[in-house]
């Protein structure tokens, strides 16, 4: 109470009510005017702190938190969880800050390649790729002659190498069709140059091929054109200029009346007919009024306009319509059948003939048909006689007379005048048909003297087959046994109008019908033009089937090898890497610069434990440390074994962890992770994590180090380290000095306090707010 009014005992404040001064509160702390629990850790009980005035718990290891002042000494507070760290930056190098027992985060060690993950910094790599620790995700991460491939480092490829891409050569090289070489098309070619297989299957340029060589594709060939695999000159006529393309080659074409093989030799509009261009080859072909006419032999076939009454002609078809053609001029009869029964017919060389009334009896008459009685006498009248009807067989009947027929060659007016029964052009002749000559191998020229000849041998020119004795003429006018290899039948072909025998392999050949193997490879008759033309197990080698290579023989292409791997020294190769063998081998790679005649890339057995190794991919288990063994590191042994390798070409094993207590070697075969001859809680102060707590035993050899708690203010202790303060004086204190001490509060027997008022008990200046101390009277003033 006040002092000037009397003074009474009053019950002390409980915390949070207003004070002026410690001894009002029950905690007999006052602080800034309010009753608080504590104002030092010594003022909570033994597992407790005093936080802002408060005395709180401590949470350990994975106990909730919401700040690092409510964990335990050594601990922080991250994700509402004390632990030992919150980010990479509290652990060790090869260490990362993930999930520990109860939630807490801990150290743990990084994970090596293939090992499950949730963030990069879980890896050893630094890479964690779909929820797997990989060595790469790009070239970055990898050596100089190195690129990443499906999260794996790899060698750059050599010419010829297998690749994906061009980033998997080596510098300069382009990955093109699954192999790197110097090009990828054209572009990177000179000019005369084309992108081809080259060596090992790498493209490279090669100079462009000339015509009627071998290719595959247009842009190998000089002309730009490849068909069925041969070089040509053009394959459309918009490739000719002036000229056609035919047969795949500029020629020029046929006009009308020029000799032919066929309509596409001729001029647009013309036709190929008997071997000569015509502008048509039957009278369809022309208009109405025309008919198609000309010398289909010599000058080719036209369109005519047909010929008028008196105009000449040499078939019906030259005259116009109701007219006929008689001895070369169109009329309207050519005999009296042709006219009436009461007319007959007349007319001449040089006029058209026409039907006339015939002669009453006794009139003047110049023939027979010109009488009704069909007789007319020699002296020029129509009688009824009819003597001249009764000849002997060699002769005939002539105004009354009978006379000799005529030989051939003798002038005549019609058929019955000459003993071959044939008047042609008013001369007897042989025949006008083959089959008027009676004689065997022999034909009718009708085209000239109506002759019968002795038929042609081959070789010979001719018009018509029936010419030839082989019975066969060429569109090129030459008799021949042939015209299309189809007329010779199986085993044989036409050359030169001649079946001839199929050539073997090897022999000269102008195409592939010539060869019995229907192959003709640049002149030569070969067995095959790819490996798809020999038998299974087969490849094919410049036009001959070989049974493929095994590894170590001599090759030039992959296609030569059993393993389709021609490699390094142009030798079969049994692989080119491990996936090119049965699960159980691996690829034992020859060196290029170390490796003797004849010594390939072949599939090799893996090794077994204990074996020495120089790969994981030679091992069985796939782990190899100088030797092949069962595990590389911890992690491959699970969470109760570590990795143990005790001398440098002993296999790796699995051992158990050591329990505290038990002897050991090294402080990875502890279960707890620390060794001092036996497995123990801690080998210095810092590996106890809890608050408080210190490493006790340490050296000992025979005592098993473990983790003290520090002595609390006010007991008995031996030097600083042993108190949770920091500070002994044959006990614990809160403090020897105001030094030790925060901010604002001094040390008043070894307690830290708030510093006093004006008017409050003192000893030393800095135990005042004023830093004032009357010592005379013991108290703080200004």
């Not at 006219?339 to 006339?356: M, Q």
Request: proline residues 2%; glycine residues 10%; aromatic residues 6%.
């Amino acid at each position: 109470g006040d002092p000037s009014s009397g003074r009474e005992c009053s019950a002390q404040k409980t915390t949070g009510l207003k004070c002026n001064a410690d001894s009002e509160c029950n905690s007999g702390h006052c602080v800034d005017d309010e009753c608080v629990s504590c104002v030092l850790d010594d003022h909570c009980s033994g597992q407790q702190v005093c936080n802002d005035n408060t005395c709180i718990t401590l949470a350990g290891f994975g106990g909730i938190c919401d700040s690092t002042d409510v964990c335990e000494l050594g601990l922080v507070c991250y994700m509402g969880r004390c632990g030992e760290c919150e980010d990479e930056n509290d652990c060790d190098e090869d260490e990362f800050c993930g999930v520990g027992r109860n939630n807490g985060y801990a150290c743990i060690p990084k994970k090596g390649i293939m090992s499950g993950c949730t963030s990069d910094s879980e890896c050893d790599s630094g890479h964690c790729v779909d929820k797997m620790c990989v060595a790469c995700v790009s070239n970055n991460n990898c050596n100089g002659q190195q690129v990443c491939k499906d999260n794996t480092c790899i060698t750059l490829a050599e010419y010829g190498g297998k690749c994906d891409s061009s980033d998997f050569c080596k510098l300069g090289l382009v990955c093109y069709m699954g192999r790197c070489g110097e090009c990828e098309n054209e572009d990177d070619c000179d000019k005369g140059e084309f992108c081809g297989v080259g060596r090992n299957n790498g493209y490279t340029c090669i100079p462009k091929r000339g015509i009627m060589s071998r290719c595959l594709t247009e842009n190998e060939c000089t002309s730009g054109y490849c068909v069925n695999g041969v070089c040509v000159t053009c394959v459309d006529d918009s490739h000719c200029g002036e000229l056609a393309c035919r047969e795949n080659t500029c020629v020029k074409l046929s006009e009308l009346g020029d000799t032919c093989k066929e309509d596409r030799n001729c001029l647009s509009g013309l036709e190929c007919h008997m071997g000569v261009c015509s502008s048509c080859t039957r009278d369809s072909d022309c208009d109405e009024g025309q008919y198609c006419g000309g010398d289909e032999y010599s000058n080719g076939l036209m369109c005519v306009d047909n010929s008028q009454f008196g105009s000449q002609c040499k078939v019906d078809k030259h005259c116009d319509t109701h007219l006929m053609c008689s001895d070369g001029v169109c009329g309207y009869c050519k005999s009296d059948t042709d006219c009436l029964s009461n007319a007959y017919c007349k007319g001449g060389a040089d006029k058209g003939k026409e039907c006339v009334s015939k002669k009453e009896f006794w009139a003047i008459c110049e023939e027979d048909t010109e009488c009704t009685s069909g007789i007319c006498r020699d002296d020029g009248v129509c009688v009824f006689c009819d003597d001249t009807r009764v000849c002997d067989t060699l002769q005939y009947c002539d105004d009354g007379e009978c006379i000799n027929v005529k030989k051939v060659g003798q002038r005549c007016k019609d058929n019955q005048e000459c003993y071959s029964h044939y008047c042609f052009e008013d001369v007897c002749v042989s025949c006008m048909a083959d089959f008027d000559c009676k004689e065997s191998n022999t034909f009718c020229d009708d085209s000239k003297s109506h002759s019968c000849m002795s038929k042609k041998p081959n070789g010979e020119h001719c018009l018509k087959k029936s010419e030839c004795e082989s019975n066969q003429c060429a569109a090129s006018g030459i008799c021949g046994d042939c015209v299309m290899d189809r007329e010779c039948g199986t085993g044989k072909f036409c050359q030169n109008n001649v079946c001839m025998a199929t050539l073997q392999d090897f022999a000269t050949c102008q195409n592939n019908h010539q060869c019995a193997s229907q192959r003709c490879d640049g002149g030569t008759c070969v067995q095959c033009f790819r490996a798809a033309d020999c038998e299974r197990g087969q490849t094919c080698t410049f036009g001959e089937c070989f049974d493929k290579l095994p590894a170590g023989k001599p090759c030039a292409t992959d296609d030569q090898c059993i393993s389709r791997i021609c490699g390094m020294g142009l030798l079969c190769h049994e692989c080119d890497s491990d996936f090119d063998c049965d699960r159980d081998t691996y690829c034992h790679i020859v060196d290029e610069n170390e490796a003797t005649d004849g010594e390939v890339n072949r599939c090799e057995k893996k090794f077994e434990i204990a074996a020495k190794c120089l790969g994981n991919n030679q091992c069985m288990t796939r782990m190899c440390d100088n030797v092949c063994g069962s595990c590389l590191s911890d992690f491959t042994c699970g969470s109760t074994k570590y990795c143990e390798n005790t001398k440098p070409f002993d296999p790796n094993s699995c051992k158990p962890y050591v329990k505290n207590g038990e002897p050991c070697e090294s402080s990875k075969s502890c279960e707890s992770g620390f060794c001092d001859s036996l497995c123990g809680e801690c080998i210095t102060d810092k590996d106890c994590k809890k608050q408080g707590t210190i490493c006790r035993g340490t050296g000992s050899g025979s005592v098993m180090n473990e983790c003290h708690t520090l002595i609390l203010n006010n007991r008995p202790c031996n030097k600083d380290s042993d108190c949770q303060s920091g500070l002994c004086i044959g006990k614990c204190v809160n403090c020897k000095t105001s030094d030790d001490c925060i901010s604002g509060k001094a040390c008043f027997n070894n307690v830290c306090k708030w510093k006093r008022r004006y008017g409050y008990p003192c000893s030393k200046d800095d135990q005042c707010k004023s830093v004032v101390c009357d010592f005379d009277r013991g108290i703080c003033v200004y």
